[in-house]
């Protein structure tokens, strides 16, 4: 029986191919190699925390708290709004949240101005 590949260390994704001697990652491109992949690597290692408290985590669902300016959108996004499946990541810009908003598309949030839903 053939060994499953290793999620990939970077983004977590189980979508990995071999590439030669090399393990790929089909979502985020990271190679690495095999043997060096003895050890699963948590993608998150800090805790993100929303604006009551809560821990987050991939996959939950959250309500924005506070209304948001988006640039070069006519309207805000609500306070209210839920927004499902969110992705954590490293920060940018302050910004530790990817996500979809229904009628806004894809963005970045802060876990401060949401709570788990």
């Excluded at 060994?3 to 977590?12: F, V």
């Excluded at 990271?30 to 043997?35: C, D, K, N």
């Excluded at 809560?54 to 805000?76: E, F, H, M, Q, Y």
């Amino acid at each position: 029986m053939v060994d499953p590949l290793p999620s990939c260390p970077d983004c977590g994704s189980e979508h990995t191919y071999e590439l030669g001697a090399l393990v790929a990652c089909a979502l985020c491109g990271h190679e690495w190699s095999q043997a060096g992949a003895t050890e699963a690597v948590d993608p998150h290692p800090r805790s993100v925390l929303d604006a009551v408290g809560n821990i987050l985590a991939d996959g939950d669902s959250v309500i924005v708290t506070t209304s948001i300016k988006v640039a070069g959108a006519a309207r805000p996004i609500k306070a209210g709004t839920k927004v499902r499946n969110i992705r954590l990541i490293e920060p940018v810009n302050g910004h530790d949240i990817d996500c979809r908003v229904d009628g806004f598309g894809a963005m970045l949030l802060k876990s401060s101005v949401v709570k788990r839903a």
